[in-house]
């Protein structure tokens, strides 16, 4: 017998023996797993309750993963603070803190800067009272704030600009007894430039776009003018409907803008315009030399009027 056949031999009386023990012992062994898993079961508990108590359990796993899923995008991350700075809002007051983070919206490549103020509680700790997105891929600029006229708080000016120093935005905020107002916001002014006037208003300088010249063709290359001075008044209408502005007169140039902002948020009072200036836009505008004046009239009583005188003058003389 050769080496092939001897190996032919060996696999058959295998299978041989495999297949004999196989009808001997796999119908008791069947039987003991079988025993024992009923033996297990607690009572009272069978094979087709354990199938159906498998599928409730199922079912209600599903539903778990579909009802607790968020809708929507995925939320916004928000980081460590990249900057922070103590404010004073109110005389005699407690200090309040500006936080800046950095924060990436849902669906966004980018970060935006998100502004949170906050104020310290009677029982400790602290609690957000006002937060507002900045401009996308922005640096926080110092806070800074001016006095409310006619009340005990102060405003608050928010800023950032781009990493390119191609534009500023800001947040004008009013804080009085807890209470927080937007007075003014903008987002993306072109080479914006922001200062506090020594009569309590704040100023805002941009790059002014300059017509194009002949020798530019159509005109699709517009460098930038001379800037656009908008100057925002603030005024504070009390319970009792009184206005308080700013001291008088106050001083601008011909070509300038003004840009009335209260803590009634326009709803209570309206403006009306004498001399060099009138009514452009959101604000007036200033286009001709002398005195002028502003009238404001709360909840339409002229009982309740102020007045703010102004002089305009030529550009430069300021």
Same mark, same amino acid.
């Given at each position: 017998?050769?080496?092939? *056949? #001897?190996?032919?031999?060996?696999?058959?009386?295998?299978?041989?023996?495999?297949?004999?023990?196989?009808?001997?012992?796999?119908?008791?062994?069947?039987?003991?797993?079988?025993?024992?898993?009923?033996?297990?079961?607690?009572?009272? #508990?069978?094979?087709?309750?354990?199938?159906?108590?498998?599928? %409730? +359990?199922?079912?209600?796993?599903?539903?778990?993963?579909?009802? #607790?899923?968020?809708?929507? =995008?995925?939320?916004?991350?928000?980081?460590?603070?990249? @900057?922070?700075?103590?404010?004073?809002?109110?005389?005699?007051? =407690?200090?309040?803190?500006?936080?800046?983070?950095?924060?990436?919206?849902?669906?966004?490549?980018?970060?935006?800067?998100?502004?949170?103020?906050?104020?310290?509680?009677?029982?400790?700790?602290?609690?957000?009272?006002?937060?507002?997105?900045?401009?996308?891929? /922005?640096?926080? #600029?110092? %806070?800074?704030?001016?006095?409310?006229?006619?009340?005990?708080?102060?405003?608050?000016?928010?800023?950032?600009?781009?990493?390119?120093?191609?534009?500023?935005?800001?947040?004008?905020?009013?804080?009085?007894? /807890?209470?927080?107002?937007?007075?003014?916001?903008?987002?993306?002014?072109?080479?914006?430039?922001?200062?506090?006037?020594?009569?309590?208003?704040?100023?805002?300088?941009? @790059?002014?776009?300059?017509?194009?010249?002949?020798?530019? /063709?159509?005109?699709?290359?517009?460098?930038?003018?001379?800037?656009?001075? +908008?100057?925002?008044?603030?005024?504070?209408?009390?319970?009792?409907?009184?206005?308080?502005?700013?001291?008088?007169?106050?001083? $601008? *140039?011909?070509?300038?803008?003004?840009?009335?902002?209260?803590?009634?948020?326009?709803?209570?009072?309206?403006?009306?315009?004498?001399?060099?200036?009138? =009514?452009?836009?959101?604000?007036?505008?200033?286009?001709? $030399?002398?005195? @002028?004046?502003?009238?404001?009239?709360?909840?339409?009583?002229?009982?309740?009027?102020?007045?703010?005188?102004?002089?305009?003058?030529?550009?430069?003389?300021?």
């Amino acid at each position: 017998m050769n080496e092939r *056949e #001897l190996d032919a031999k060996l696999r058959q009386a295998r299978g041989e023996a495999e297949r004999f023990f196989a009808r001997r012992l796999r119908p008791s062994l069947e039987e003991g797993v079988y025993r024992r898993i009923r033996t297990d079961i607690p009572r009272g #508990l069978r094979p087709g309750l354990l199938y159906r108590a498998g599928a %409730v +359990t199922a079912v209600l796993l599903l539903l778990a993963l579909v009802l #607790l899923k968020p809708p929507g =995008p995925a939320p916004a991350g928000v980081g460590n603070p990249v @900057a922070q700075q103590p404010v004073v809002l109110e005389e005699q007051g =407690p200090v309040h803190w500006i936080n800046f983070f950095r924060v990436s919206q849902p669906d966004s490549r980018g970060e935006s800067l998100l502004a949170v103020l906050w104020a310290p509680q009677s029982g400790g700790g602290w609690q957000p009272v006002y937060s507002s997105l900045l401009a996308v891929d /922005g640096d926080p #600029l110092p %806070v800074s704030t001016l006095e409310l006229p006619g009340s005990q708080g102060r405003l608050v000016v928010i800023s950032s600009r781009d990493q390119r120093e191609e534009y500023l935005s800001y947040r004008l905020v009013g804080y009085e007894a /807890g209470r927080v107002l937007s007075y003014h916001e903008k987002d993306y002014v072109p080479r914006g430039e922001l200062a506090v006037a020594q009569q309590g208003f704040l100023v805002e300088r941009r @790059a002014a776009p300059r017509a194009p010249s002949p020798a530019e /063709g159509n005109g699709s290359h517009c460098q930038q003018g001379p800037s656009a001075v +908008t100057n925002l008044i603030p005024y504070y209408v009390d319970e009792g409907g009184q206005i308080t502005l700013p001291p008088e007169p106050l001083l $601008l *140039e011909v070509g300038q803008y003004l840009v009335l902002v209260g803590n009634d948020e326009g709803s209570r009072v309206e403006a009306f315009a004498r001399g060099g200036i009138s =009514p452009f836009q959101d604000g007036f505008y200033a286009y001709a $030399l002398g005195d @002028a004046s502003l009238i404001l009239i709360a909840d339409g009583d002229p009982r309740r009027t102020a007045q703010l005188s102004i002089k305009v003058l030529e550009p430069g003389m300021e």
